[in-house]
Nanobody, 117 residues
């Protein structure tokens, strides 16, 4: 089982980035897939999730209306489209896969997002 995040980088305030979470060894559509982020000195915080076997999504208030999570079942990936980025969005972003009924929980290594002019 492996999760690999990509797409992070440096972006100016107001800009956009799309993060990708590529999964291997499991099928993302059968897991609750989430994005979290963690800034230096802060706790890891929930950002967005997409449910298993469906398309319903949930977002943290801090990103609602700016970020969009989506799942590509054919590619077995989950994306996070981030618009109107703010300096406060700068963090390491992590992808998480959870299948609570079986006690399965997987994390990627994270991808750095820097928002600065």
């Amino acid at each position: 089982v492996q999760i690999v995040e990509s797409g992070g980088g440096l972006v100016q305030p107001g800009g956009s980035l799309t993060l990708s979470c590529a999964a291997s060894g499991f099928t993302v559509s059968s897991y609750v897939m989430s994005w979290f982020r963690q800034a230096p000195g802060k706790e890891r915080e929930f950002i967005a999730r997409i449910i298993s076997f469906g398309r319903a999504t949930h977002y943290a208030d801090s990103v609602k209306g700016r970020f969009t999570i989506s799942r590509d079942d054919a590619l077995n990936t989950v994306n996070l489209q981030m618009n109107s980025l703010k300096p406060d969005d700068a963090s390491v972003y992590y992808c998480n896969a959870e299948q609570q009924v079986f006690g399965r929980n997987y994390w990627g290594q994270g991808t750095q997002v820097t928002v600065s002019s």
